[in-house]
């Protein structure tokens, strides 16, 4: 049984309506779909999905941005997912002249990082565990919402890289998961991924520096390190030692940016949340992501874990 | 040095063909998926002969639709560009002479870089968006062609020295353009520029384009290929040409749109692949001499070989990620000038 799907790119592609063989192209994709639990049906994926941990063993067909296509046609997929903002449109273009469906999600707010995921359920054939997964996540954000309303919220500079510094523009699903998390990045321009100076930085003065794990080994000690850097210490915010790592989730559109979103409301509005003092970190402290072993969570549907193993999975 | 007759011309490009022949099997075998040369040769029979209908999938979608269209691209962006190459070292008397000498390739880059900001603000379907890289590309490059043909005159002709240096300030120029509109792209297309700037054959291109691009070597190649012979008396300096009775204009006109159509071709299928169109005719002005009546057609062969096999090391090295085809003739390419150099002078 097949069926005629719209995707992001605005194509139609042609689906069976229960997928047996998938091939993601993109983490964020990887992730998602152990999210929903249709793991098994994964067959291949990129050298670049680490999350959960076990995606690493499937089958790699390459890059993001250059997999391999023989790799990919071994696999005899019947369903290759792609971004509109990791992928090559080549890619989408070459899987299409090969006769392999490719089916494209594109998310730019929270809200469709959600929407797709319930949309990609649908494709996958599962439509129950979006639902039920979106519903859980939809609660959490408003109950966040709830808490958050009255609080004023924190202007912070998110740094995607520091040579050269780069942050989030407004349209990105990352600015609208720090507006979630009650903070307001300084950076108002339309750009995806602006190049920003140091000097504007300074200028608008962000009470918050928010750092992704991943992109920015940073702990305590590597923030000291950031702040002997010549210019940094014109910013008051490094100063004061006002920074947050959040997980490496808030910079991929998947259900688990939730949790970053919730982590991230934690440490720059620790008021908000007196009745969870959150477990091993005095609450205004950045987080110190811990060096031990990594917890094993089984998969990412279960992924009301608290925010500090997150941090520890993600590194 | 023995005269070139045409027997032992024949001889020498049937001898760089069979090499061709002899990668292309090769680069069909090798790759990021096993299969057996030997069971796509049975298939292959098999279908001859008419006793089964089809190939086994696995070989008919892995070598013949992704592979074999890859090759064939790097032979005609090969062959176009060492043949390029060899022109523009020709025409303009120096030996650091390229394809992309003159601007051609910046210039498309800047035409591909402003088809992707129009795609983009366009609905257009895949089929289309696909094509309109390749065509921003050439018009690009075919503007610039211009625009350094008439920088590159002189009293009304065409001069040597202030063509290149006409060619070398396009390209600076066009460069500050490209990085400006660089920083205005975001996410994928900004990556699959970065991807198209390197030089890369990997993703497959319309079968039309491929006939296209077939057409358009073989005819200028062809013409350049006319004025093989006088290109050999050019070399001996332009004045000394003219006595010779060569219409040194003809050739200059003739050769600079042949050689810069050629180049804005490769490019716009493939980006900028480096070094080829530097070292391939090098390397064969060693091997068979400067004669241009083989120099061209040796360079176009041996240029195929050289992407060939470029192409299929960015394939197989760090498979299954696909490297650009460029930064393997680079990183090839400029240890094997040096040491070229250095032989020669030594």
Known sequence: ?315 | MRPLTLTRLLLRCGMLAAILFVVVVIALKLGAVQVSLYGLGKDLIDVLLRRTNALSSDYGLIVLDIRLPRILLGIVVGASLSVAGASFQALLRNPLADPYVLGVSSGAALGAIVALIIEGRLNLSPEIAGLITPFGAFIGAAITIAVVYFLGLRDGEVDSTTLLLGGIITVSFLSAIIMFLMTTLTGSNLRGMAFWLMGDLSTPQPRSLLYFLCIGFLVAAGAIYTTASDLNLLLAGEKEAMHLGVDVQRVRIVVYIAASILTGLAVSVSGAIGYVGLLVPHVMRLIFGSDHRMLIPASALGGAIAIVIADTLARTVTAPTDLPVGAMTAAAGAPLFLYLLRRRIA
């Open chain 1, 1 to 315: 049984m097949m069926h005629d799907v719209i995707d992001e790119f605005g194509r139609t592609v042609r689906l069976p309506l229960v997928p047996a063989r998938i091939v993601s192209l993109a983490p964020s994709l990887t992730e998602t779909i152990y999210a929903l639990g249709a793991q098994d049906r994964l067959v291949g994926d990129t050298d670049y999905c680490d999350y959960p941990p076990e995606a690493k063993k499937k089958a790699k067909v390459g890059g993001v941005m250059n997999p391999n296509l023989e790799e990919i046609a071994a696999l005899h997929p019947d369903l290759v997912l792609v971004t509109k903002e990791g992928n090559r449109p080549d890619t989408v273009r070459a899987l299409d002249t090969l006769g392999i469906p490719a089916y494209a999600t594109d998310a730019r707010t929270v809200d469709e990082v959600l929407s797709n995921t319930q949309k990609l359920a649908e494709i996958l054939g599962v439509p129950e565990a979006g639902s039920s997964l979106t519903a859980d996540l939809r609660g959490r954000l408003e109950a966040l919402h709830g808490k958050l309303q009255d609080v004023p919220p924190t202007r912070v500079f998110f740094v995607v890289w520091t040579e050269p510094l780069q942050s989030v523009g407004k349209d990105t699903f990352v600015a609208d998961a720090l507006r979630k998390a009650d903070a307001a990045s300084i950076i108002d321009v339309k750009q995806d991924w602006p190049l920003i100076s140091l000097e504007e930085v300074a200028r608008l003065q962000p009470e918050y520096l928010v750092f992704a794990a991943s992109h920015f080994d940073i702990g305590a000690r590597d923030f000291d390190a950031l702040a002997e850097r010549p210019g940094w210490r014109i910013l008051d915010a490094v100063r004061n030692r006002r920074f947050a790592v959040v997980s490496d989730a808030v910079i991929r559109p998947t259900p688990r940016i939730v949790s970053a979103i919730e982590d991230l409301a934690r440490q720059l509005h620790p008021s908000a949340f007196p009745e969870l003092p959150a477990p091993e970190k005095p609450a205004p402290s950045p987080v110190k992501p811990s060096t031990g072993p990594a917890p094993n969570p089984a998969h990412i549907s279960q992924s009301v874990l608290p925010s500090t193993q997150e941090i520890a999975c993600a590194r």
